[in-house]
């Protein structure tokens, strides 16, 4: 029982380290997905208007 709440308590610990110590990067990531989906939806958008004419 013993080993059992032990376990529990380092993986508790080891996820509250983590969601703490990778913030910065978590952010990142974000970001540079946003940054990339807003891209794809302007080259979409660019396309778009090519294919129709409007150029």
Known sequence: ???L????VGL???MLASFLLLKGMREEMID???RR???????KKRLRAELRGDS
Request: proline content about 0%.
């Open 1 to 3: 029982m013993n080993l």
């Open 5 to 8: 709440l032990a376990l529990a």
């Open 12 to 14: 508790l610990a080891s």
């Open 32 to 34: 540079h997905i946003d």
């Open 37 to 43: 989906f807003k891209e794809r939806r302007e080259e």
